[in-house]
């Protein structure tokens, strides 16, 4: 038997086989439970990673794609229509998880980087190199994929480094995914070729994109509905676009006319857009009968629903095509449409800017065209701004961007718009470094105008008086500069003289030289230079290289005005106060277009920051001096039209402060005459307020906008032309030279009696320098007093004080004189019945400016304001006062000559003159 002790080892070692079987059997146990669990991770994962496939081929599958498993999703449909971004992420890292979880899936990765793109986050760049093999290797996403990364980051500021993207690069890529019928790259393409500004605009390019649209493989399966509602609209597209450009036959626009008819079941239904070209081929006559009239009557009954109606109708409206012309509707159509219809905004603008139907208002043209999606817009705006330079536009680096890009794309106009913005005084746009950059290869390719302009910057501070000009190390040598402007003058070009100009008065180039800077400056001029006729303006009021001259400066710088120069109205205006002995501008010149150029914010100082006490700082000064002689109500009207001129002044705070500067006298005469047209209900007292300055804003609509001042009027110091028929200039020229001869050999008052009568010839045609020797010599000659009456020589003394003749010295001494001598004689009565036939008949004596300084000389002459009173009365003149030279009967003169028209009279006598010297020129060359 067996001891207890031995019986346990026993035990134990019997125990020992079991307790290992025991093991064993818990570990194929937990082996099995690894297993299990392993094969369910496996399961989970793969579940999982066939999810993350499927999600992601369902929401990033990608077009034209052999390999891909679901439908086509188009780069525009990977965003969430609720634009919640977290959404895209989702599917992002769904198929990061798929890309890296099958990489034997090749599609996944081009799915993952598309929406990678789309999401836009840092650290992008990494995959571009991805994204270019793939489009190496032909894959159309992958180039619209480098198309939208540089869309993306084109705008970038400068600290961000070069963009991941070159706009070539882009470009190719995208012309790329587009050929390979890719359709959101077609769909790029025309938005491009529609609008810009990456490509130049092209509607012949439109239709062949259209066309390819039509034509593109199919993107995958079952691609959709946009799929085939794109490639459905593309048809109309074309049809539209063929109809609403030039350039194509008349085959095309039949076809596209027929088209849009089916598609708008003649014009009152159907397609919005396909109705607008509808009606705008009847307004044209593209591929139908031109019919303006139905087209209008189409528009007015779209015009209140439809807000792209709007700016068609009103152009027809402004140009009276298809019916009456009526601006001021079609700009009040405009007005309410710009906020909906964006061409709208161009099209006021130009209104607006033309002053045919209100007055000009560039202030707010400028506003309208600032619009960054219109290239246009952006073109006119930037040959606008160089005009305004103190003006200040929102956002200024959208314009510029806008025109690069346009520029870059060829667009016409776009380049030489932008360098000439950025070479004006423009503080917000001046770059010479940048203009010049852009002008470069224009002038390289052959543009004459890029060359000029490249060339006068090759001096930087030319136009400067602070600086002195340094030549810039790029571009063009002095040899060069010198070789060019020989050129240019060969072929009379006007850049080339006022170049040359500009160097010889700063002595670069060429020896300083004022003299010939001055020439070249003429000839600039000459060819139609508007910067050379304000130079040479300056020149003549300076006297650089020139005699001074008023009247020359007064030339040069109104014929520049008249083309356009902002900077030559103001030099105008600012001479006026100067003006008060040689009296030769005009209450136009000098009141109303210096408060003109006031309302529209032009040359204020501290650009308008002193709100109402700018006019107090302006303008006080203006209305003593030479305004004075024109009397109180000349001025009032001469101020009333500022606002016809540029009705932006009466907005509230501007007219308010103009108010406050104007004398009480002007203030009571602008009440009396609103109150006398029915304006203003209220006593004139000159206090200007609420009542009078509504009156006044509703005289400005009434009157509408202030016409070009008369030619005869703007050239106060111009001889009143000869009439039709007259004749050469060589022939008076050669009659004259032999009447003055034979006046100096007479000695005898009997040999002096012909050619005092053929100097009265003369006069009575008009020449200027015969009516001066008879007027300087009337009183003291009885043989001209036995020749020529008291009403000619009024005539001719009234047409030289007016005309103001070169070489004439104190005109109106020897008039005072005249009017003495015909008092002494008496016949005074014939003086007044005189001047009232000359104010008829020379529309620049109805200025009053130039008749009240011209009768102020009546004063001092014994009985000629009681004879102009006297004849005044007795051809019936309402409204004359108590003397015949003050201001009521002045004002009561002009109104009647405008009224009554020319009375004939001077016009008869230079016709019955011009047959006379005929006579003595045939007798003479015999």
Same mark, same amino acid.
């Given at each position: 038997?067996?001891?207890?002790?031995?019986? $346990?080892?026993?035990?134990?070692?019997?125990?020992?086989?079991?307790?290992?079987?025991?093991?064993?059997?818990?570990?194929?146990?937990?082996?099995?439970?690894?297993?299990?669990?392993?094969?369910?991770?496996?399961?989970?994962?793969?579940? @999982?990673?066939?999810?993350?496939?499927?999600? %992601?081929?369902?929401?990033?599958?990608?077009?034209?794609?052999?390999?891909? =498993?679901?439908?086509?999703?188009?780069?525009?449909?990977?965003?969430?229509?609720?634009?919640?971004?977290?959404? /895209?992420?989702?599917?992002?890292?769904?198929?990061?998880?798929?890309? /890296?979880?099958?990489?034997?899936? =090749?599609?996944?990765?081009?799915?993952?980087?598309?929406?990678?793109?789309?999401?836009? &986050?840092?650290?992008?760049?990494?995959?571009?190199?991805?994204?270019?093999?793939?489009?190496?290797?032909?894959?159309?996403?992958?180039?619209?994929?480098?198309?939208?990364?540089?869309?993306?980051?084109?705008?970038?500021?400068?600290?961000?480094?070069?963009?991941?993207?070159? *706009?070539?690069?882009?470009?190719?890529?995208?012309?790329?995914?587009? @050929? !390979?019928?890719?359709?959101?790259?077609?769909?790029?393409?025309?938005?491009?070729?529609?609008?810009?500004?990456?490509?130049?605009?092209?509607?012949?390019?439109?239709?062949?994109?259209? &066309? *390819?649209?039509?034509?593109?493989?199919?993107?995958?399966?079952?691609?959709?509905?946009?799929?085939?509602?794109?490639?459905?609209?593309?048809?109309?597209?074309?049809?539209?676009?063929? /109809?609403?450009?030039?350039?194509?036959?008349?085959?095309?626009?039949?076809?596209?006319?027929?088209?849009?008819?089916?598609?708008?079941?003649?014009?009152?239904?159907?397609?919005?857009?396909?109705?607008?070209?509808?009606?705008?081929?009847? *307004?044209?006559?593209?591929?139908?009968?031109?019919?303006?009239?139905?087209?209008?009557?189409?528009?007015?009954?779209?015009?209140?629903?439809? &807000?792209?109606?709007?700016?068609?109708?009103?152009?027809?409206?402004?140009?009276?095509?298809?019916?009456?012309?009526?601006?001021?509707?079609?700009?009040?159509?405009?007005?309410?449409?710009?906020?909906?219809?964006?061409?709208? *905004?161009?099209?006021?603008?130009?209104?607006?800017?033309?002053?045919?139907?209100?007055? =000009?208002?560039?202030?707010?043209?400028?506003?309208?065209?600032?619009?960054?999606?219109?290239?246009?817009?952006?073109?006119?705006?930037?040959?606008? /701004?160089?005009?305004?330079?103190?003006?200040?536009?929102?956002?200024?680096?959208?314009?510029?961007?806008?025109?690069?890009?346009?520029?870059?794309?060829?667009?016409?106009?776009?380049?030489?718009?932008?360098?000439?913005?950025?070479?004006?005084?423009?503080?917000?746009?001046?770059?010479?470094?940048?203009?010049?950059?852009?002008?470069?290869? $224009?002038?390289?390719?052959?543009?004459?105008?890029?060359?000029?302009?490249?060339?006068?910057?090759?001096?930087?501070?030319?136009?400067?008086?602070?600086?002195?000009?340094?030549?810039?190390?790029?571009?063009?040598?002095?040899?060069?500069?010198?070789?060019?402007?020989?050129?240019?003058?060969?072929?009379?070009?006007?850049?080339?003289?006022?170049?040359?100009?500009?160097?010889?008065?700063?002595?670069?180039?060429?020896?300083?030289?004022?003299?010939?800077?001055?020439?070249?400056?003429?000839?600039?001029?000459?060819?139609?230079?508007?910067?050379?006729?304000?130079?040479?303006?300056?020149?003549?009021?300076?006297?650089?290289?020139?005699?001074?001259?008023?009247?020359?400066?007064?030339?040069?710088?109104?014929?520049?005005?008249?083309?356009?120069?902002?900077?030559?109205?103001?030099?105008?205006?600012?001479?006026?106060?100067?003006?008060?002995?040689?009296?030769?501008?005009?209450?136009?010149?000098? +009141?109303?277009?210096?408060?003109?150029?006031?309302?529209?914010?032009?040359?204020?100082?501290?650009?308008?920051?002193?709100?109402?006490?700018?006019?107090?700082?302006?303008?006080?000064?203006?209305?003593?001096?030479?305004?004075?002689?024109?009397?109180?109500?000349?001025?009032?009207?001469?101020?009333?039209?500022?606002?016809?001129?540029?009705?932006?002044?009466?907005?509230?705070?501007?007219?308010?402060?103009?108010?406050?500067?104007?004398?009480?006298?002007?203030?009571?005469?602008?009440?009396?005459?609103?109150?006398?047209?029915?304006?203003?209900?209220?006593?004139?007292?000159?206090?200007?307020?609420?009542?009078?300055?509504?009156?006044?804003?509703?005289?400005?609509?009434?009157?509408?906008?202030?016409?070009?001042?008369?030619?005869?009027?703007?050239?106060?110091?111009?001889?009143?032309?000869?009439?039709?028929?007259?004749?050469? !200039?060589?022939?008076?020229?050669?009659?004259?030279?032999?009447?003055?001869?034979?006046?100096?050999?007479?000695?005898?008052?009997?040999?002096?009696?012909?050619?005092?009568?053929?100097?009265?010839?003369?006069?009575?045609?008009?020449?200027?320098?015969?009516?001066?020797?008879?007027?300087?010599?009337?009183?003291?000659?009885?043989?001209?007093?036995?020749?020529?009456?008291?009403?000619? +020589?009024?005539?001719?003394?009234?047409?030289?004080?007016?005309?103001?003749?070169?070489?004439?010295?104190?005109?109106?001494?020897?008039?005072?004189?005249?009017?003495?001598?015909?008092?002494?004689?008496?016949?005074?009565?014939?003086?007044?019945?005189?001047?009232?036939?000359?104010?008829?008949?020379?529309?620049?004596?109805?200025?009053?400016?130039?008749?009240?300084?011209?009768?102020?000389?009546?004063?001092?002459?014994?009985?000629?304001?009681?004879?102009?009173?006297?004849?005044?009365?007795?051809?019936?003149?309402?409204?004359?006062?108590?003397?015949? %030279?003050?201001?009521?009967?002045?004002?009561?003169?002009?109104?009647? @000559?405008?009224?009554?028209?020319?009375?004939?009279?001077?016009?008869?006598?230079?016709?019955?003159?011009?047959?006379?010297?005929?006579?003595?020129?045939?007798?003479?060359?015999?």
């Amino acid at each position: 038997m067996l001891r207890p002790v031995h019986a $346990l080892v026993l035990s134990c070692l019997a125990l020992t086989p079991l307790a290992g079987g025991a093991f064993a059997t818990q570990a194929s146990s937990e082996k099995s439970d690894d297993a299990a669990k392993k094969a369910a991770d496996d399961a989970a994962k793969k579940a @999982a990673l066939a999810e993350a496939i499927s999600v %992601c081929d369902r929401g990033a599958s990608v077009p034209l794609d052999p390999g891909a =498993k679901a439908p086509p999703v188009q780069y525009g449909e990977l965003f969430p229509q609720d634009f919640d971004l977290s959404k /895209l992420k989702v599917l992002a890292d769904k198929c990061q998880a798929a890309m /890296l979880g099958a990489p034997q899936e =090749k599609r996944l990765a081009l799915e993952w980087l598309r929406v990678q793109v789309a999401l836009n &986050q840092a650290g992008l760049t990494f995959l571009l190199p991805q994204i270019k093999l793939l489009g190496d290797g032909g894959s159309p996403e992958a180039n619209y994929l480098l198309y939208e990364v540089y869309s993306v980051h084109r705008h970038d500021g400068a600290d961000a480094g070069p963009p991941p993207v070159t *706009r070539d690069v882009a470009l190719d890529a995208l012309q790329k995914a587009g @050929a !390979a019928g890719h359709l959101t790259a077609l769909e790029t393409l025309l938005r491009q070729y529609v609008e810009g500004p990456l490509l130049r605009r092209d509607p012949h390019k439109v239709v062949e994109t259209a &066309q *390819r649209v039509i034509d593109a493989p199919t993107q995958g399966q079952s691609p959709g509905e946009w799929d085939s509602q794109f490639r459905a609209a593309m048809p109309l597209l074309i049809a539209r676009t063929v /109809l609403e450009n030039d350039g194509f036959t008349s085959e095309e626009q039949q076809k596209a006319f027929q088209a849009v008819e089916a598609d708008t079941k003649a014009g009152t239904d159907g397609s919005e857009s396909s109705v607008l070209a509808y009606i705008k081929a009847l *307004r044209l006559g593209r591929g139908t009968q031109q019919d303006a009239a139905k087209a209008r009557q189409l528009l007015e009954a779209r015009a209140d629903g439809d &807000q792209y109606a709007v700016p068609m109708l009103a152009d027809m409206l402004a140009k009276g095509e298809g019916g009456p012309a009526d601006g001021k509707r079609a700009i009040a159509m405009l007005r309410a449409a710009t906020k909906t219809a964006a061409s709208a *905004r161009p099209m006021l603008a130009d209104l607006l800017l033309d002053g045919k139907f209100v007055g =000009k208002q560039p202030r707010e043209a400028i506003q309208l065209l600032n619009a960054p999606w219109d290239l246009d817009a952006g073109i006119k705006l930037a040959k606008l /701004l160089p005009n305004y330079e103190d003006f200040q536009i929102d956002n200024p680096d959208q314009l510029i961007e806008r025109l690069s890009d346009g520029a870059e794309a060829g667009e016409p106009g776009a380049a030489l718009a932008l360098a000439r913005l950025q070479l004006s005084d423009n503080q917000q746009f001046k770059n010479e470094d940048f203009a010049r950059a852009m002008l470069k290869p $224009l002038a390289d390719s052959g543009d004459r105008e890029a060359l000029w302009l490249y060339a006068s910057t090759q001096y930087a501070n030319l136009d400067s008086t602070s600086y002195r000009p340094s030549r810039r190390d790029d571009g063009l040598s002095d040899d060069q500069l010198k070789a060019l402007i020989d050129e240019g003058e060969a072929k009379k070009e006007q850049q080339a003289y006022l170049l040359q100009a500009k160097l010889l008065r700063k002595g670069v180039v060429y020896p300083q030289d004022d003299q010939k800077a001055t020439a070249m400056l003429i000839n600039a001029a000459n060819l139609g230079s508007v910067e050379a006729m304000v130079l040479l303006g300056d020149a003549y009021d300076d006297g650089l290289g020139i005699d001074k001259n008023p009247r020359e400066r007064l030339h040069a710088w109104r014929e520049a005005a008249r083309l356009g120069s902002l900077k030559a109205k103001s030099k105008l205006a600012n001479a006026f106060t100067f003006d008060s002995f040689d009296h030769l501008m005009t209450l136009r010149e000098g +009141i109303t277009d210096r408060i003109a150029l006031y309302n529209d914010g032009i040359g204020r100082m501290g650009g308008g920051i002193f709100g109402g006490n700018d006019a107090s700082m302006e303008l006080s000064g203006l209305f003593s001096g030479p305004a004075a002689s024109a009397g109180n109500a000349a001025i009032a009207a001469a101020v009333m039209d500022a606002f016809r001129e540029a009705p932006a002044g009466l907005a509230e705070e501007n007219l308010v402060g103009i108010g406050k500067t104007l004398p009480d006298e002007v203030r009571v005469a602008i009440e009396t005459t609103l109150k006398s047209e029915g304006f203003y209900a209220g006593e004139p007292k000159g206090y200007f307020g609420l009542d009078a300055r509504k009156a006044l804003a509703a005289w400005v609509d009434a009157k509408g906008p202030l016409g070009d001042a008369p030619a005869s009027q703007a050239t106060a110091t111009q001889q009143a032309a000869p009439a039709p028929g007259g004749l050469d !200039a060589e022939v008076v020229n050669r009659i004259r030279d032999k009447v003055f001869a034979q006046a100096q050999a007479a000695k005898t008052d009997k040999q002096k009696l012909a050619p005092i009568k053929q100097l009265g010839i003369l006069a009575r045609y008009g020449d200027l320098p015969s009516r001066w020797v008879l007027v300087r010599n009337y009183h003291q000659a009885r043989a001209i007093r036995s020749v020529v009456t008291p009403e000619e +020589i009024t005539r001719y003394a009234l047409d030289i004080l007016v005309s103001k003749p070169e070489g004439v010295d104190k005109p109106e001494f020897e008039f005072i004189f005249d009017l003495t001598q015909i008092a002494q004689d008496r016949k005074s009565k014939m003086v007044g019945g005189a001047t009232i036939q000359a104010i008829r008949d020379d529309p620049r004596l109805q200025d009053p400016l130039a008749l009240g300084a011209i009768m102020g000389q009546f004063a001092f002459a014994p009985d000629a304001c009681d004879s102009v009173l006297a004849a005044a009365k007795k051809a019936g003149v309402d409204g004359v006062g108590s003397d015949g %030279c003050d201001e009521d009967t002045r004002t009561a003169l002009i109104a009647f @000559a405008k009224e009554k028209g020319a009375s004939g009279a001077d016009a008869s006598a230079r016709k019955a003159a011009a047959e006379q010297m005929k006579t003595l020129d045939a007798q003479a060359a015999k």
